[in-house]
């Protein structure tokens, strides 16, 4: 009872701080002129990741429980996706799919060039040779990171810049200056974090109790918890109107996430981390791949309608989120 007193408290405390967090970000987009997808891929999923991060660290280093840190890893990046579609359900308009920007494309690609490395690795843990213990892939995760993070930028200014051609834009936020905007947003992401942390430990207590295997409670019971930061804040996000950055918080979240395991890799000295993983955690990264690429079509063709009331790439990718739960759980 204790525990799920707790999980209700730190949950409250993300919901609130968090859709503080979206609405503020939004104000950072449009002062700074970098735009949604950007802020969202970068400024909000580094701070709704970290608990990731932690749950990682602390795995590896203190009980040496790479399935555990895998786990979270993978199973938040199919989490993350699955909230694409809960969104498209709330927001009631349009597809989401159509609202977003296609600029997404560009980080979701990148999630499907990660997540697809991760796989072989999984697959096939001799096919990068290690650097001490470090598994060279996780020197490749780092690059592509901040390879993403540059082109993701430089996408997003030429958008702006040839928005500011075309029209002059209305400001939503005309009477909150910069510097209010990232002070606050300092403030609710440092609260966010501050609860977030609780949130692994919690998650695991109560995953215990189920008497499951590590494997399982990592890539569900434990990535839900560590992914709560997402779903606030993509759920602000999208009730104030901010599509973009909430899409980009979610894809974002997902390259930051398998830059996560790369610091694992780290941090886990036995050897590199992928070759004492289960072979089972390669259905969650493949899901996720599948995931992706689904989120990928949907943004391209932008479908007009929804059916009932997702539109048909929310369905496919609610499809493919049953089938990874289905399949983890069978594989146990």
Known sequence: ??????????????????????????????????????????????????????TGISSVSFAGLPDIAAGDVLGSCVFNLFILAFLDALYRPMPLSAKALHGHILSAGFGILLLSIVALNISHTTLFFPFGWIGSYSLFFVMIYFMAMKLVYSYERRQAAMAIKERVVELKYGDISTKTAVSRYAINAAIVIAAAVFLPKIGEGIAKTTGLGQTFVGNIFIAM????PE??????????????????????????????????????????????????????????????????????????????????????????????????????
């Open 225 to 228: 918890s560590t992914s709560l």
């Open 231 to 332: 779903v606030a804040v993509s759920i602000a996000a999208v009730r104030i109107g901010a599509i973009d950055l909430a899409v980009g918080n979610l894809l974002g979240s997902n390259i930051f996430n398998i830059f996560i395991l790369a610091v694992d890799d780290i941090f886990f000295t036995k050897g590199p981390i992928l070759s004492f993983t289960d072979p089972v955690h390669a259905v969650s990264a493949m899901s996720a791949v599948s995931m992706t690429a689904i989120a990928i079509i949907g943004l391209t063709y932008r479908a007009e309608k929804k059916r009932l009331f997702m539109a048909w790439d929310s369905i496919g990718i609610t499809l493919m989120f049953v089938i990874n739960l289905t399949a983890l759980f069978m594989l146990r």
């Open 1 to 54: 009872m204790l525990l799920w007193i707790e999980f209700v408290i730190c949950s409250s405390v993300i919901v609130y701080s968090g859709s503080r967090l979206s609405k503020y970000g939004d104000i950072i987009a449009e002062k700074t002129g970098l735009g949604g997808t950007w802020i969202g891929v970068v400024l909000m999923s580094f701070v709704t990741s970290l608990p990731e991060l932690v």
